[in-house]
């Protein structure tokens, strides 16, 4: 049995997997989650007077996606959502997915 530890309850950034098309939905969907941190750590970074935290906000800055980014993100998120419960579905192994294919295809 899996033990809760203090860290259990973070979310952390997911990275995108080339070979895993449904890598890009997960981490879309986690770094919308994780938005309203990024946004209160881009608007506390500025307070700081350590010249690694100006450093690490800059950087921030520079990287921080924009409102008119946001949105087609969660669109193409809404998007995704079926092909991943499909591949979830497909992948299960607790399923006979030879007579799901075609309709599941339809389905999409």
């Known amino acids: 049995m899996k033990t809760n530890t203090r860290l259990d309850w973070f979310l952390r950034a997911q990275l995108d997997v080339v070979t895993r098309w449904n890598s890009t939905y997960h981490a ?7 938005k309203p941190y990024i946004e209160m750590l881009q608007s506390s970074l500025p307070l700081e007077d350590e010249r ?5 906000y800059k950087r921030l800055k520079t990287i921080m996606i924009t409102e008119a980014e ?5 669109d ?9 419960d499909v591949t979830k579905y497909v992948s ?3 399923h006979p997915t ?5 309709p599941t ?3 999409l």
């Not at 946001?70 to 969660?74: G, N, Q, R, S």
């Not at 193409?76 to 991943?84: E, G, R, S, T, Y």
């Not at 030879?98 to 075609?102: L, P």
């Open 28 to 34: 879309w969907n986690r770094m919308v989650a994780l």
């Open 52 to 56: 690694d935290v100006i450093a690490n």
């Open 70 to 74: 946001w949105t087609p993100i969660v």
């Open 76 to 84: 193409l998120i809404a998007i995704l959502k079926p092909f991943d």
């Open 92 to 94: 299960s192994g607790m």
């Open 98 to 102: 030879m007579s799901i294919g075609y």
């Open 105 to 107: 295809i339809v389905a």
